[in-house]
């Protein structure tokens, strides 16, 4: 089972290199509000069932992918048989 995780930052925290983007898009002409930069992370699971895989993605994230202070995540599981899965509700430890 594939899972790919977004992390960006959250709403609020500073993003050197969103800001980096947006002014470049800018001053090459793009119309652009705002822009954040943040990374994918792609695993390859040696799990069947998309609960449990779920369960150990979320704590990988909560571990060692994402800071939880400062960053935000979204999880998405790619099952084979029954498609992708795809959890749209940003994670962050605050709530």
């Known amino acids: 089972m594939k899972a790919t995780v977004l992390v960006r930052p959250k709403q609020g925290i500073l993003d050197p290199q969103g800001q980096a ?10 119309s652009v509000g705002e822009a954040r930069v943040g990374r994918v992370v792609e695993l390859e699971l040696e ?4 609960d449990e895989a779920r369960a150990q993605v979320e704590r990988m994230c909560e571990q060692l992918l ?6 935000s995540y979204e999880i998405e599981l790619d099952v084979a048989a ?13 709530t």
């Open 21 to 30: 983007v947006e002014s470049s898009l800018r001053h090459l002409g793009f």
């Open 47 to 50: 799990l069947a069932d998309p």
């Open 66 to 71: 994402a800071n939880p202070l400062i960053e």
């Open 82 to 94: 029954s498609g992708a899965i795809r959890d749209a509700a940003a994670r962050d430890s605050t």
